[in-house]
């Protein structure tokens, strides 16, 4: 690109405002708020019966549990557990690894991207050409074999900790470390989807360090003497920080899907953990024909759909807004 | 050509090397073994196992084993379904995959082009503003929530197609659309976004100061030149779909190669999971290969570069 054509296209100072004008994308931004918020508070204010598994189940939505005397607003599960519940902290599992993971995939791919494109000639080459070797690996197969290998090795470290508190006597700190157990496939996943998933990122960075490397500020900047280092995070990090804002939320819907598939597959989160997927999977096991428990299918699937939707809007309006090779 | 054509297939075999050497590693460093059972079996017998499939010493030494046996153009024994060879599953379990990646590969590519086409010609009017949602929409709904709905409203309610079941095409028909939907999607925005770049350019204010009408235009002379982003798309997505979704096969119940993939990791069935891995990665770089040639077909003005 001619350097005289470049501050247009990578400033574009209207960039907010054109986010601002778009109307789908601001509703989705306040939804994906709002049901982050709910996720995180509500759960805690349910009151505790909700949340522990119970005689009463496939209690259909709004009705009263005769054997607990409690309303369940959107039913219960096979175990008698409020769907409300499972759905909301299922939500917290999905976005959270959602976001984690992608923040992951984020941090490799964006430091990856500013150094292969920083470097240029044969390193950038060697760079890219391994990025095409790994993107021709089939991906959500690479996550499987992955977790598989890792998950036991995680589960052991854990048992380690709580071997080490428990010869301390550290009771509390043991049960902890034990509940805590139980949700470790949720750092598995993280970790997988994020090794895995910042392809995409590493070569938008890399364009885009390209071409900012060669404009005059950063001719300025190296002529001052600040190192390469330098220049990458004070000069061209700020600059690169809308487009990986974009391809953050881009990321994030890719990241969730990744993991409902293996969650619903079996290979995912499981009990006491939930997520979008796992539940699911649940709701997809209990579906008949004759006597049909649509409130576990229906429920999950529609505040997947609308919060995929949401993040996908949102990260098509951030596109539009900021990246200067999309569209016109 | 032909030196392009070389250096492209010596690249290939080591992509396919380096992906088969990363996921053979990763297989044997993962704990349990093929032949760890609930009930453990005798050392002695394990030993045996392990030493008739070349799985026991170091991994170095069981890699080097399986590669030797790969040169050979062998892909071994399954470790979980005995006496089957990886050849003979993979060729009983890729067909049903194929038929129905192909099936969604075509509807995939010609409802996305005909729909992206038709949103770039009536920018900014209901039909592109439908489309669009819609194409996100089918990106945003994953085919295990798909799945049932398509399987509820055309199969249950308005009863136009079967259940479920495998073999006619009509059984065919929903598993298909459900695996193609978000690329109709992916394919659909290509082909919009860059049919607008086209629908701009002088070549086709030419056209239509010769007098064709829009439509003619588009058909004769843009699509050809719009078309070029998707393929390059369609190469990967061919390769994915023909090598089979999980989901969509599990959802149908579907006996296919995704499931050959689940089962063989879960199974620690390493030679039938890197049988399935070679035949995901040679179908991948075949069809980019096709689709590099596939360009020089379409575009007169790249040169294949040696």
Redesign the interface.
């Given at each position: 690109m001619p350097e005289a054509a470049a501050p247009a296209s990578i400033a574009r100072p209207d960039g907010w405002q054109i986010l601002k004008r778009n109307r789908a994308a601001l509703i989705a931004l306040g939804f994906l708020v709002g049901l982050s918020l709910i996720a995180i508070v509500v759960p805690v204010l349910l009151p505790a019966e909700l949340k522990v598994t119970s005689s009463a189940s496939f209690v259909p939505p709004m009705q009263h549990a005769v054997e607990t005397h409690a309303t369940h607003l959107l039913g219960t599960d096979v175990n008698g557990q409020d769907m409300l519940y499972r759905l909301l902290s299922g939500a917290r599992v999905s976005l959270g690894v959602g976001l984690v993971g992608a923040l992951i995939s984020l941090g490799i791919g964006t430091l990856y991207g500013m150094i292969s494109g920083y470097a240029g000639g044969r390193i950038d080459g060697v760079m890219m050409r391994t990025i095409?070797?790994l993107q021709?690996?089939?991906r959500?197969?690479?996550i499987?074999?992955?977790i598989?290998?890792l998950d036991?090795?995680v589960k052991e470290w854990i048992d380690g900790w709580r071997l080490a508190a428990q010869a301390r006597n550290w009771a509390d700190l043991a049960k902890t470390i034990s509940d805590v157990k139980a949700y470790s496939k949720v750092l598995v996943m993280i970790v997988s989807l994020g090794l895995v998933e910042w392809l995409t990122m590493a070569r938008i960075v890399r364009g885009q360090v390209l071409v900012l490397r060669e404009m005059t500020f950063v001719t300025a900047a190296r002529a001052m003497g600040q190192s390469p280092w330098g220049v990458l995070r004070r000069h061209l990090l700020p600059n690169l920080s809308t487009i990986i804002l974009t391809y953050l939320t881009l990321t994030i819907?890719a990241v969730i899907?990744d993991e409902?598939?293996l969650s619903?597959?079996g290979?995912g989160i499981e009990d006491p953990a939930a997520s979008w997927?796992s539940l699911?999977k649940d709701g997809?096991q209990v579906?008949n024909?004759l006597e049909s428990k649509w409130w576990l299918?229906v429920f999950p699937?529609l505040l997947?759909?609308t919060s995929?939707?949401a993040?996908?809007?949102l990260g098509?309006g951030l596109r539009d807004a900021f990246d200067p090779k999309?569209?016109? | 050509m032909l030196p392009f054509l070389l250096r492209r297939a010596l690249s290939s075999v080591i992509v396919i090397f380096c992906v088969i050497s990363i996921t053979f590693v990763l297989a044997r460093i993962t704990k349990g073994g093929p032949f760890d059972k609930e009930k453990e079996p005798p050392p002695h017998i394990k030993e045996a196992l392990l030493t008739r499939y070349k799985l026991n010493g170091t991994v170095w030494d069981q890699y080097t084993a399986y590669v030797g046996s790969l040169v050979r153009f062998d892909l071994g024994l399954s470790t979980r379904y005995r006496d089957w060879r990886v050849a003979e599953l993979l060729q009983q379990k890729m067909p049903n995959s194929f038929a129905l990646g192909s099936l969604a590969f075509v509807i995939a590519s010609c409802a996305g082009v005909v729909l992206g086409s038709l949103a770039a010609m009536k920018k900014d009017t209901w039909i592109d503003r439908t489309a669009m949602f819609g194409a996100l929409l089918s990106i945003s709904i994953p085919s295990f929530i798909s799945g049932p709905f398509l399987i509820a409203i055309f199969a249950l309610w308005l009863g136009w197609l079967p259940v479920g079941g495998w073999g006619t095409v009509s059984q065919m028909i929903l598993p298909a659309l459900c695996l193609a939907a978000p690329y109709i999607a992916y394919v659909a925005r290509l082909m919009r976004n860059s049919l607008l770049d086209v629908l701009k350019s002088d070549f086709l204010r030419t056209a239509r100061a010769k007098g064709l009408t829009e439509t003619q235009a588009v058909v004769r002379h843009a699509v050809k030149v719009a078309i070029l982003p998707v393929v390059t798309f369609l190469g990967p997505l061919a390769a994915h779909l023909l090598t089979g979704s999980m989901i969509v096969e599990s959802v149908f119940n579907i006996s296919g190669a995704g499931m050959i993939f689940v089962n063989s990791i879960q199974n620690r069935d390493v030679f039938l999971l890197g049988g399935a891995v070679i035949v995901y990665c040679v179908l991948l770089v075949l069809f980019n290969l096709f689709v590099d040639v596939l360009y020089t077909l379409l575009d007169k003005r790249i040169k294949l570069y040696a």
């Open positions: 095409e070797v021709s690996v089939p959500i197969l690479f499987m074999i992955l598989a290998a036991d090795y819907p899907l409902s598939f619903f597959l290979l997927g699911l997809a579906i024909p299918l699937a997947m759909a995929l939707l993040l996908n809007f098509d999309s569209g016109e | -």
